[in-house]
């Protein structure tokens, strides 16, 4: 049974000295240093939360970016216990085959077939090599060399040589230097670059 007199729990009487010397006890109470901890981490608590709490709709406006995101990342993973397509295998009929060796040997290049027929350039070459047709030499064709390095010397641009013979400019150019043609500097290029 608790004294009316006595303090409330967790409280303590402070006695006042008077200037008279005697002591008297005080109706004020004091908070116990416990009591003074709870409420200074009550205090910090409320304001990590104020301070680290996310405004309102915020919070509900990145969870919906993030489902956007993830949704975005499942319909573009591939599933993984599933098989990859194969590749649509061209198969060219008999017409198709002597078609293509005949545009080989008027002069199409085995790049240009593979284009026109939607097929590797290795299927061409192994279509041409079935059909024993004469397989030609990379590069530019003996035969235009000259024709080329007139062009070249004359002012013809690699480029447009290249374009002629159906091969790349670097291809003109290693040809060109191979019979001695030293090969010009580009335009707004240093010498000797």
């Known amino acids: 049974m608790a004294r009316e007199d006595a303090p409330p729990f967790g409280s303590v009487a402070i006695r006042h ?15 116990t240093a416990d009591e003074q901890a709870e409420r200074c981490v009550s205090d910090n608590r409320a304001e990590a939360r104020r301070r ?34 194969k590749q649509l295998q061209r198969r060219l009929r008999a017409h198709q085959v002597s078609e293509l060796v005949a545009l080989y ?14 097929c590797h350039r290795d299927t061409v070459s192994k279509l041409l090599d079935r059909a024993g047709a004469s397989c030609r030499q ?26 002629e013979l ?16 030293q090969i010009r500097p580009r335009p707004g290029w240093p010498r000797g670059a």
């Open 52 to 85: 680290y709490s996310n405004p309102p709709g915020e919070a509900s406006d990145q969870v919906g970016r993030l489902r956007q995101l993830l949704q975005l990342v499942a319909a573009n993973t591939p599933d993984m216990g599933a098989e990859a397509p």
């Open 166 to 181: 159906s091969v790349d400019p670097m291809t003109v150019a290693r040809m060109l230097r191979a019979n001695g043609v």
């Open 138 to 163: 990379r590069g530019v064709p003996p035969d235009r060399v000259q024709n080329a390095i007139r062009a070249y010397v004359d002012g013809a641009s690699l480029a447009t040589i290249g374009a």
């Open 105 to 118: 040997d008027t002069g199409s290049n085995v790049s240009e077939l593979a284009k026109r027929y939607g």
């Open 17 to 31: 000295q008077h200037d008279n010397g005697g002591d008297r006890s005080s109706d004020r109470t004091r908070d």
